[in-house]
C-alpha cells in the first residue's frame, strides 16, 4: 500500500518542520551523549546536578525546545500515521484536537517543571 500523506503534502511546511525537528532531535541528543559520556565521563548525572544545570539559560532553552520540538515531531508523526492508516472524516478531527490538547498539556507541564528545577518560579 502506498503512503498517502493527506495531512501535508511533500514540500510544504509541516513537511519541512517534521524534518527540522528530527535534524534538531538528533544533533541535541548527539551534543547531549558526547557530552555526558567523553567529556564529562556521566559524573554529575543527579537531581541536584541537572538542577544546578537549569539554572544555565542556554541549557534551559535548549531543553524547552527540546521539548516543543520532541512533542511537534512526535505527534505530528502519530497523527500522519493515523492519516495513512485511513483516518478520515469527524474522527480526523476529533483525533487532531485531542493530540493538539495533550501536546499543549505536555508543553505547559514541561515548561512549568523547567521552571521550578530552574527556580524561576
Given amino acids: 500500500m502506498a503512503e498517502r500523506y493527506s495531512s501535508f503534502a511533500p514540500g510544504g511546511t ?14 541535541v ?45 512526535g505527534v505530528n508523526g502519530v497523527y500522519n500515521a493515523l492519516v495513512n492508516q485511513g483516518l478520515e472524516g469527524t474522527q480526523k478531527k476529533i483525533v487532531l484536537a485531542v493530540l493538539t490538547i495533550a501536546s499543549v498539556a505536555l508543553i505547559v507541564q514541561g515548561i512549568w517543571v523547567a521552571l521550578a528545577m530552574a527556580g524561576m518560579i
Fill in 14 to 27: 509541516a513537511w519541512l518542520l517534521q524534518r527540522v525537528t528530527a535534524a534538531f532531535l538528533v544533533v
Fill in 29 to 73: 541528543l548527539a551534543f547531549h551523549f558526547f557530552q555526558l559520556h567523553f567529556v564529562n565521563h556521566a559524573a554529575d548525572v543527579t537531581f541536584l546536578g541537572t538542577q544546578a544545570r537549569m539554572e544555565n539559560v542556554g541549557y534551559f532553552l535548549t531543553m524547552v525546545l527540546f521539548l516543543i520540538a520532541g512533542t511537534f515531531h
